[in-house]
């Protein structure tokens, strides 16, 4: 008989409650109970002290016999002496039963300690399987491999699904290399990829290894539990695939539209070019029109090409800023005067006003808000027919916030949801055929780049509002307002004009610079004004007059002659297509004169008495300033000069005649090969080292990156002064700019080369 069994017998004669035998037989194995009783601990009389012994019974055996000694000392009624005969009988039976209960706790000492450590290990050990099997159904049902290996990795314990999948029924005592898994190594500790082929294919599983101690013998042990990923691999696989193959179209596309802006750029660099040559010769005015009239379709296509190149990179992830510190008012100003001569073609008005605390330098990128400026300015011009545009910037918190006003026939709903959109438009049919539809979706992309918003709200028959919102970072935003505020706080001025956005940006740019002004649009008000301002109710230092209102100021100088006596400075405000070809100050009764759209600087010059006219401006090519000067004289070059790469005859001829002009020599030759001959490869009499090396990117016999590079290494190999090379190109990518200025190139322009850049780019590296 086992040493279970005789257990069990000592505890049946012990209690009699079957219930208790019941409980704790099926709580494990003979085994399971065998090696647990080897495990016990010395017994303790701390063990035979059982719970259900409750402390009543001797306190109420005592209490009763002391009453019935009490009662039956002193004489009582027949009442208090049955009671006391109940009190003595329950101190009785409670002696009794302490008496019982002290008899059978010693009797049964050996079998109830070692009765309850048992009951205690086997509950451990059945709460322990069943945990582990309640794991092993979750695991089946989920489809993972659940596993116990030893430290020497014999399979200890093993789910249903990892027996099903290796086809092993009895996997116990194997190890997995005997099974035949495969553990490819992951980056995670304890983590691995195991393949296991089956019936329906390769299933693939994500492993992991946790090694913990068993809590009845103290071993360690190795549990690894492995999900089926086959399904998410496949899906990752086909997600990388498809990511190479839209990489690989990205760069296809990339290519494409290089290489097409590139032969695009080439014939277009020629007739802007050749443009530029003849508006320096003389030119009748029909001639003129037409010149500007080409050369404004020209810089269109040009705008065309970035706008294309510039979507292209967004969509590629490799647009990049590129902040400076620059001055924001000049940069709105240029904007706002090139657009000017499309406004005034259309008779309308353009004006453009920056407030006082809007600091004069802060960190943004030039060319990407000029971008985003000319497009959104250009739009509201472009579809304003009747009023005009205005321009106000201003400081809201911490941000720059520039709004674009514009009269024009406004947008429904539906066109302000889509108008952001790539190749979408508003407005009618005839207006959507003359762009692409790209200006403002790369506008709102460039914005948002910059940290910033650019949002739009508008009303059928109202107009629309574009707002433009970015961090004003790198200015003072406190100094700001206190420098500017002053300046023209002695003016005083009182301007003629038609209601508009011209009067509005000049009555704005005076008031937030610290002078007051009044705009009027008829001969009576400016007759009331003028009448307050001589009796010393309202002073007045200036008054500006529009040439639109010049018959209004003789006749306001005729009903009040008193205004003559006054010493007012008088400054006639004219635009660029009314200009006459004397200077505007010799004309009778003004002393002084503006072109409008205003520029501030050129405001306050007036208004301060420091300057009476500005110089003629060209509205076309205010931002893309052209040699409209003759060159000052110099002295002709060395006859080594500047040697030109350049494979199309008109570039080259264009490149030849503006540095010619400037006063240099020119060499040109067509290829790379040509280029290498010139300086290294023809006879010794024929080698000239130029001065200065102007190349194109992209022509034949050769590559600009070797070229470049041989340059450089034979300069270093004979110790000879580096001779400046400028790189000319179509590719405009940031990417190919950078590799260009770390081969060895002093500078990249982009084509059409603008001849003033070109010239002063020259001067510069000559210099050095």
């Known amino acids: ?13 012990e209690f009699s409650a079957p219930e208790q035998v019941r409980t704790l037989g099926r709580r494990g194995t003979d085994a399971d109970y065998h090696d647990d009783l080897h495990s016990l601990e010395p017994e303790d009389d701390s063990v035979l002290r059982e719970e259900r012994y409750p402390a009543l019974r001797p306190a109420l055996a005592g209490a009763g016999l002391l009453c019935s000694a009490a009662v039956f000392g002193t004489g009582m009624d027949a009442g208090l002496y049955f009671l006391s005969g109940c009190l003595a009988v329950g101190g009785v039976t409670g002696a009794a039963l302490l008496l019982r209960d002290w008899h059978r706790a010693s009797s049964r000492k050996p079998g109830a300690a070692r009765q309850a450590a048992v009951e205690k290990v086997g509950d451990r050990q059945w709460e322990r399987n069943e945990t582990s099997q309640l794991l092993s159904t979750i695991h089946d049902a989920l489809g993972d491999i659940a596993i116990v290996r030893e430290p020497g990795g014999k399979i200890v314990q093993a789910n249903t699904v990892f027996r099903q999948l290796t086809g092993c029924a009895k996997p116990e005592g194997m190890t997995c290399e005997g099974i035949g898994l495969n553990f490819e190594p992951e980056p995670a500790p304890r983590h691995f990829r195991v393949r296991i082929p089956t019936g329906d294919g390769l299933r693939i599983f994500d492993w992991h290894d946790v090694i913990a101690r068993e809590p009845a013998s103290g071993q360690f042990m190795l549990h690894s539990i492995a999900r089926d990923i086959t399904e998410e691999s496949r899906i990752a696989r086909e997600s990388e695939e498809a990511r190479r193959r839209a990489e690989s179209a ?26 530029h040559l003849i508006s320096q010769t003389r030119l009748t005015g029909e001639q003129k029109n037409y010149l500007a009239g080409m050369r404004q379709s020209g810089h269109a296509l040009v705008q065309l090409v970035d706008d294309l190149l510039d979507f292209s990179s967004i969509e590629a992830g490799r647009f990049q800023l590129r902040p400076s510190r620059e001055p924001l008012r000049e940069l709105i100003e240029s904007v706002v005067e090139m657009l000017s001569h499309r406004a005034h073609e259309k008779g309308i008005e353009i004006g453009a006003t920056i407030s006082a605390d809007v600091p004069g330098l802060l960190d943004f990128d030039a060319a990407r808000l000029r971008q985003v400026l000319f497009n959104v300015i250009g739009n509201a011009v472009k579809f304003t027919h009747t009023g005009g545009v205005f321009v106000d910037a201003g400081i809201q918190g911490q941000n720059v916030v520039i709004r674009i006003d514009d009269t024009g026939p406004g947008m429904s709903m539906d066109e302000q949801a889509r108008v952001f959109d790539e190749f979408e438009q508003a407005g009618a049919a005839k ?8 200006g403002l979706a790369i506008s709102r992309r460039i914005i948002e780049a910059f940290g910033g918003k650019l949002v739009l709200s508008s009303k059928p028959g109202e107009g629309s509002r574009f707002e433009i919102g970015f961090p004003a970072v790198g200015g003072d935003l406190s100094a700001a307002p206190r420098i500017r505020r002053g300046i023209l706080a002695e003016s005083r001025v009182l301007v003629m004009a038609p ?58 100088l005729s009903a009040l002659p008193q205004l003559e006596d006054m010493q007012l400075r008088k400054t006639y405000l004219v635009n660029p297509e009314e200009r006459s070809g004397r200077p505007i100050n010799q004309m009778d009764g003004y002393d002084a004169w503006l072109i409008r759209p205003l520029r501030e600087k050129s405001l306050v010059e007036v208004l301060k008495g420091r300057m009476k006219g500005m110089e003629v401006r060209d509205a076309i090519n205010d931002n893309r300033p052209m040699l409209r000067d003759v060159p000052a004289h110099l002295e002709p070059a060395a006859a080594s000069g500047i040697l030109l790469a350049e494979d199309d005859p008109i570039n080259a001829f264009l490149v030849r005649s503006v540095l010619e002009k400037a006063g240099h020599t020119v060499r040109v030759v067509g290829d790379f090969g040509a280029l290498g001959a010139a300086l290294y490869d023809a006879p010794v009499a024929n080698l000239v080292k130029p001065e200065l090396i102007v190349t194109d990117l992209n022509m034949p016999g050769g590559d600009a990156f070797a070229m470049i590079r041989r340059i450089r290494d034979q300069e270093r190999q004979s110790g000879g002064k580096p001779v400046p090379i400028i790189v000319v190109t179509s590719d405009t990518r940031p990417d190919i700019c950078r590799q260009l200025l770390d081969t060895g190139a002093d500078s990249v322009l982009p084509k059409p080369a603008d001849p003033k850049t070109l010239t002063a780019v020259v001067e510069e590296l000559l210099e050095r």
């Open 250 to 275: 990205s760069q296809a596309k990339s290519r494409l539209l290089a290489t097409v802006s590139h032969e695009i750029r080439t014939p277009l660099s020629g007739i802007l070019g050749m443009s």
């Open 499 to 556: 209601a508009g956005p011209a009067s509005k940006a000049i009555e704005a740019t005076i008031t937030t610079l610290g002078g007051l002004c009044c705009c009027v649009t008829s001969v009576e008000e400016a007759q009331a004004f003028a009448v307050r301002a001589i009796s010393g109710a309202a002073p007045l230092t200036d008054i500006i007059v529009d040439h639109r209102h010049a018959a209004h100021f003789l006749r306001l």
């Open 431 to 438: 207006q959507r055929s003359a762009g692409t539809g790209l």
């Open 1 to 13: 008989m086992s040493e279970l069994s005789k257990l069990q017998q000592r505890i049946n004669a």
